[in-house]
C-alpha cells in the first residue's frame, strides 16, 4: 500500500541517525544506521531508496500474487526455495551490490536462502545459519560445497529459543544482514525478534519473512509486523 512508501515524499533524516524500511510484499527489512556519516551507511541508505522506487514501479507484480509466482528466478539453486521469485529476486539485487560480510539466518530448513546468501555474496563473509535440521531434509553435508574459498559458514544446531544456541549465534556478531524465518507464528517471531535484534549491527539490515496476510496459511508474522 502507499503507506508502506511514505517516508519517500518526506526529507532525508537527519545524518546523525537513519532509520528506514521497505516492503517486498512477503519480505520486509529495515536498516538503521546510528552514524549514517561513514560511506557505507549513506550509501545503504540511497540503495534502500532506489530499491523501494523500484518496487512501486512494479506495483502490479506488487498486487498479482500469481504474477509474482510466474516470474522465474534469476538463478538455478540446487535445493529447494520456499521463496517467491520475483520477491527474491528483488532481494538478491539489493544483497549482492551490498555484500555484508557478516549474515545470520535464524531458519535454514533445506538451505534455499543459505545458498543465496554463500552464492552471491562477499568472498570473505562469515555465515551463521540457525536451525533445528529435523524436518524437511538435513543438508548440511552439502552446505560446505557451497561456500566459495575464503568464507565462513557456522551451522547451528538447536531450538533457537535455547540460551546456548543464542550465544553461540551472537558470538559470531554483529550481522550486517539478519533473516528471521523460522516459526511464522504470533508468539514465535515476537519471541525471535526480542532475543536476536540485538545481533544487527548499526547500519545492518533485518529481514522477516511472510509478512503477507495469508488466511489458507498458518502464517502469523504479519499481525507482528503490523505492530
Known amino acids: 500500500s502507499n503507506s ?5 515524499g518526506q526529507s532525508k533524516p537527519s545524518t546523525e541517525s537513519i532509520s528506514s524500511s521497505v516492503v517486498l510484499s512477503n519480505c520486509f527489512f529495515m536498516a538503521v544506521a546510528s552514524k549514517a556519516q561513514e560511506v557505507e ?8 531508496l532506489s530499491q523501494a522506487a523500484h518496487l512501486i514501479q ?10 509474482r509466482r510466474a516470474q522465474p528466478m534469476k538463478f538455478t539453486c540446487p535445493v529447494h526455495i520456499a521463496q517467491i ?5 528483488t532481494l538478491l539485487e539489493l544483497y549482492s551490490t551490498w555484500k555484508p560480510k557478516r549474515v545470520l539466518e535464524l531458519g535454514t530448513e533445506r538451505g534455499g536462502t543459505l545458498w543465496v546468501w554463500l552464492q552471491y555474496g562477499h568472498p570473505q563473509a562469515t555465515i551463521v ?8 531434509v538435513d543438508n548440511r ?21 535455547d540460551h546456548s544456541v543464542v550465544g553461540a549465534a551472537k558470538q559470531h556478531g554483529p ?5 528471521i524465518d523460522a516459526d511464522p507464528h504470533y ?33 502469523e508474522v504479519w499481525h507482528f509486523f503490523r505492530e
Not at 512494479?58 to 504474477?67: C, P, Y
Not at 521469485?85 to 529476486?89: A, K, L, R, T, V
Not at 553435508?141 to 529459543?161: A, E, H, N, Y
Not at 550481522?175 to 533473516?179: A, F, G, I
Open 58 to 67: 512494479a506495483k502490479q507484480l506488487e498486487t498479482n500474487l500469481d504474477a
Open 175 to 179: 550481522y550486517d544482514w539478519v533473516l
Open 41 to 48: 551507511h549513506v550509501v545503504l541508505y540511497s540503495m534502500l
Open 187 to 219: 508468539a514465535a517471531v515476537k519471541r525471535d525478534f526480542y532475543l536476536y535484534k540485538d545481533c544487527v549491527a548499526p547500519g545492518g539490515v533485518l529481514l522477516f519473512h511472510d509478512i503477507t496476510p495469508n488466511p489458507k496459511e498458518d502464517i
Open 141 to 161: 553435508k552439502i552446505f560446505p560445497s557451497w561456500k566459495q574459498p575464503g568464507q565462513t559458514l557456522i551451522p547451528v544446531q538447536g531450538d533457537m529459543t
Open 85 to 89: 521469485p520475483f520477491e527474491i529476486n
Open 129 to 136: 545459519c540457525v536451525d533445528h535440521f529435523r524436518e524437511w
Open 4 to 8: 508502506h512508501f511514505s517516508w519517500l
